[in-house]
């Protein structure tokens, strides 16, 4: 089983006076942010779809509705991205054999790109997958369940990065023709650029 951990934890504040709206609430493609996000997760071979949320959980909770994604909150939020995604590694279940954790401010990952990192997994033999696009690595990160526990302990003031500094011969990077893999939605500016992308690629009406 492939589990994904979407990081739906963040107080937007980056965003400014968008803040009060949560960016990962705001339009995006006839959906929001988030709602575009788990979508593609479902429609991928993803087994299960985990969303770690904080401060403005219930409107996330509401917004993702009937999907078959897992609410899990994270109490500890304002300690920083690391903690949700131990937070979603705890809530895993068992026979979880890889997770790959997802940016939830990162609308413009495709199934494809999910579905090639599971593949890339699987035929490389590592225990790590991640996307490159021009020698920058990006997300989703996918890495085994062996890892978890090192997670849970270790990497406090790096993150996930920490884990690939770890463990470099156990890194496979998958090389990607597109810039999606870096984009995420920070900054005002950040949502302009990722709606005017979508709008180039015809998904969008002006």
Known sequence: MICAIVLAA????????????????????????????????????????????????DMIAKELGA????????????????????????????????VMVVLGDQPAITSKLI??????????????????????RGHPILFSSGYRDEI???????GLRGLLHAHPDDVF???CSGPCVLSDIDYPEDYQRELSALRDHGRLKP
Do not use: W
């Not at 968008?18 to 479902?42: E, M, N, Y």
């Not at 300690?79 to 279940?93: A, D, E, H, K, T």
């Open 10 to 57: 963040g107080e937007s504040r980056r965003m400014g006076a968008r803040a009060r709206c949560q960016k990962l609430l705001l339009p995006f493609g006839g959906k929001t942010v988030i709602t575009c996000v788990v979508d593609t997760l479902l429609n991928s071979l993803i087994d299960q779809v985990f969303a770690v949320t904080g401060r403005d959980g």
């Open 173 to 175: 990077e998958l090389t």
């Open 115 to 136: 579905e090639d990192l599971i593949q890339a997994f699987a035929t490389s033999r590592k225990g790590i997958a991640v996307p490159v696009f021009r020698g920058k």
């Open 152 to 158: 849970l302990t270790r990497y406090d003031n790096v």
């Open 67 to 98: 999907r078959s994604v897992t609410i899990v909150n994270n109490p500890d939020y304002r300690s920083g991205m690391l903690s949700s995604v131990r937070c979603g590694l705890r809530s895993l279940p068992h026979d979880c054999r890889a």
